[in-house]
């Protein structure tokens, strides 16, 4: 019987490594692939060849990167269109975008289908070898294999690689409001990535039910969905977009998005790099878009709304199993049902006595507790302990991984140490309140969150094996573990999820549901004998790997650390200022601030945006240098029944890469940059800011803007160059190897201020 157990316990073991293990296709050396099949080692070619510089939007590698992949395109035979243009997206992003299009003519008339992904790299320092030079070679690879095969296909396929979509999805903007093939789309495939390695997640974009989308999704078969339905009830609530976002939002076009996550660390870093790009992360694109470009190529793509809503996940061997919402409350009723039964039966065969039923809830609850508490202050202990990480502002460090498993692992010796205090209560006594505490999550995600409603399925697993335990005195361990597998294959990778995705100040959903799975497989736990001696193997893993975590806690040239630094000119001042992000500097942007840096005021250089709202943490006074500012030039200045109308042009007198305009808090009643209209709702909701305008070609910047006659307009004018490294008239030396510059903040840059007041 003992060696049963063990035998199980490693089972059970196997079953979480198989949870993660089968997400994914493996990688191997496929260059010799035949040509009608997608290879991976072709693909990372494109990715090699796209990811040699940063190639942003206004960069010199921009241009490179757009004519590699036209001439790619040309090689396969098809005639590509480049479609230019000034758009501000949602954002009020100005940039002058510059998408390429390619048309593979179908046999029948229809609605077409839509390849996508973007070419530009994230401002300043990004490769973009994952994000999205990742999805453009997936694209590229896969449409080459699909027309060595030489079948005409039933529907037109475009193939659409968007410009600036790092920017406010400006690429996407300018097909979907501008060109005219946007009309015949009827369904999109999106390629993207946030990190460098992991699985590649489906999301779907909808704007109604997303029944028929799961059904032909389910019909075309690829070998390696990851995807449910929680996270696409989470994408859904989360203001975070995609191209694929203005398609629904601009032109009620559906769509599926695939991205991978993990190694967060490296999104939109000079990390993102063609030598750490996951090979299997590639495959797993591959993986999705060649059975969905043969289904939906030859697919109706004319009825693919709906009104219905599906529930989905995916499972090892299963693939994707759904059902639709209809489903939901009958399911919970039948759980609550099932259990209501089982408790009265096991009330009356006197397996279960009501003070020993309230006792098991003493467990629960403190294990819940005590891990919850652990997990939500696991990034403030972190960054407490380790300051440099405040720096990592994405919140996933290079360790992060080894973090994941410590807590995992303090929080499964807790939840051990703790029911071995309750050995002496019987299982089926103990099973009551983990059911209890399932059916209520289960009823709050039916009513609140019904994406996240296919919890039940593994409560009918426990419930299960509650019925067992009533009937059974020494169940089979075997089968005990057995029906704890739908529990492991689902819940394990959200284990890892959560905090890979949303950083390690979500590392509570990890240690929470690493305590709610554990309940789930408590009908085989409770039969070990030895839960102490777990505890504390499990309490000597979480030493072992917290001390692996400090080991590889500092910084190096394979884990640099991010820094900043900044040069601010105020021409209205005519003073400057070093300035930096750091949290904890280095000796390289220190040697500016030196010992005089303080940090700023409240209402100091606040107006500079980033993307998670960092702000300066150090300023020091710096020598004057001279850096002129850009030439403003009032055009037109005249009034218009209630309103006044000035028209500014903005031109660079040097060479940069960005202009920001931010105003007074004043009503304006419309406005223009480079005559794109800014939407009413962005002027209502953008606060001080006007515009960024992310220049290419040293354009200028023109604005027209009507406000109340009786109003004063200032406005500021922050123009910004990414040469502060390498300007003539610095002498800043090199970034050290162990650190890199720091994502979504403006930085290695000359910034100047103006400002100009109309009265």
């Not at 809503?309 to 299963?318: Q, R």
């Not at 059911?435 to 299960?464: D, K, M, N, R, T």
Request: aromatic share 14%; hydrophobic share 45%.
């Amino acid at each position: 019987m003992k060696f049963s157990r063990t035998l199980a316990l490693l089972l059970l073991f196997f079953a979480v490594y198989w949870s993660f293990n089968s997400l994914m296709p493996s990688y191997s050396a496929d260059e010799d692939s035949a040509q009608e099949e997608f290879s991976t080692d072709r693909a990372l070619v494109h990715v090699k060849n796209i990811s040699i510089e940063p190639h942003a939007v206004g960069f010199p590698g921009h241009a490179r990167v757009r004519a590699y992949i036209i001439a790619e395109l040309k090689k396969m035979g098809l005639e590509t269109i480049i479609q230019e243009g000034y758009t501000a997206g949602d954002w009020g992003n100005l940039s002058k975008a510059s998408n390429i299009l390619a048309r593979i003519k179908g046999s029948e008339a229809g609605k077409a289908l839509l390849v996508l992904s973007h070419y530009d790299s994230n401002p300043h320092s990004s490769y973009g070898a994952s994000d999205a030079g990742s999805g453009v070679a997936t694209i590229l690879e896969g449409i080459r294999a699909f027309l060595a095969e030489n079948k005409t296909p039933k529907n037109d396929i475009i193939i659409l690689l968007t410009d600036a979509e790092e920017l406010g999805l400006n690429g996407a903007d300018l097909f979907v409001n501008n060109h005219p093939w946007a009309k015949d789309v009827g369904l999109v495939l999106n390629f993207e990535a946030r990190g460098s390695g992991g699985p590649s997640y489906m999301l779907i974009e909808t704007n109604r039910g997303n029944g028929t989308l799961i059904k032909e999704f389910t019909k075309a078969n690829p070998k390696y969905p990851v995807a449910n339905s929680l996270a696409y009830s989470i994408y859904k609530m989360l203001p975070n977009d995609t191209d694929l976002t203005v398609f629904r939002e601009d032109g009620d076009i559906e769509g599926f998005n695939f991205a991978f996550i993990d190694d967060h660390f490296d999104y939109h870093t000079a990390l993102d790099t063609y030598e750490r790009l996951d090979r299997t992360s590639l495959a797993h694109q591959g993986s999705y878009l060649m059975p969905l470009l043969h289904y939906f190529s030859n697919a109706d793509l004319n009825n693919l709304k709906s009104l219905d809503d599906y529930v989905y996940f995916n499972l090892p061997f299963f693939r994707l199993i759904s059902y639709p919402f209809d489903w939901i409350w009958p399911m919970f009723a039948l759980a609550v049902l099932a259990f209501l039964l089982l408790l009265f039966d096991g009330l009356r065969k006197k397996k279960l006595q009501l003070k020993d039923i309230f006792k098991g809830f003493i467990p629960v609850l403190l294990t819940l507790v005590i891990n919850g508490v652990i997990g939500y202050f696991c990034w403030t202990i972190i960054t407490w302990w380790y300051p440099g990480f405040k720096d990592i502002l994405h919140g996933f460090t290079y360790n992060g991984h080894a973090y994941i498993v410590v807590y995992v692992m303090l929080s499964v010796s807790i939840c051990f140490w703790m029911y071995h205090q309750f050995r002496k209560t019987s299982t089926p006594n103990l099973l009551v309140a983990p059911i209890v505490i399932w059916l209520i999550i289960c009823g709050l995600a039916s009513y609140y969150l019904p994406g996240a409603s296919f919890f039940v399925v593994p409560l009918f697993g426990l419930l299960a094996a509650f019925m067992v335990s009533i009937n059974q005195d020494e169940p089979n361990s075997f089968l005990l573990v057995f029906l704890a597998l739908p529990a492991v294959f689902l819940y394990s990778p959200f284990i890892k999820m959560f905090p890979v995705g949303l950083g390690l100040k979500m590392m509570v959903a990890a240690t929470v549901f690493t305590t709610l799975l554990f309940f789930l497989v408590l009908p085989f736990f409770s039969q070990l004998k030895n839960k102490s001696t777990l505890a504390y193997l499990f309490l000597f893993l979480f030493m072992v790997f917290g001390i692996s975590s400090h080991l590889s806690s500092h910084f190096n040239e394979e884990r640099p650390k991010p820094s900043s630094l900044l040069y601010v000119y105020n021409a209205d001042e005519n003073a400057a200022i070093w300035g930096t992000y750091d949290h904890s500097l280095i000796g390289w942007n220190n040697q500016f601030l030196g010992n005089e840096k303080r940090v700023p005021g409240p209402d100091e250089y606040k107006t500079l945006s980033s993307k998670y709202a960092t702000k300066l943490t150090y300023i020091a006074e710096a020598p004057k240098k001279e850096i002129t500012p850009p030439w403003i030039d009032t055009v037109r200045d005249t009034i218009i029944g209630e309103n006044r109308v000035v028209e500014i042009c903005v031109t660079p007198k040097r060479d940069v890469n960005r202009l920001d305009v931010y105003t007074n808090s004043i009503a304006l009643t419309s406005a223009k940059a480079n005559r794109i209209q800014l939407s009413d709702e962005f002027l209502q909701k953008r606060r001080n800011k006007l515009i960024t305008h992310y220049v290419t070609n040293n354009d200028f910047t023109e604005l027209e803007l009507s406000f109340p006659k009786d109003s004063v307009l200032e406005l500021s004018f922050y123009e910004a160059s990414n040469d502060l490294l390498s300007h003539k008239d610095f002498s800043i030396p090199k970034r050290p190897e162990n650190s890199i510059p720091m994502p979504f903040v403006l930085n290695d840059a000359i910034l100047t201020i103006k400002t100009i007041k109309f009265e």
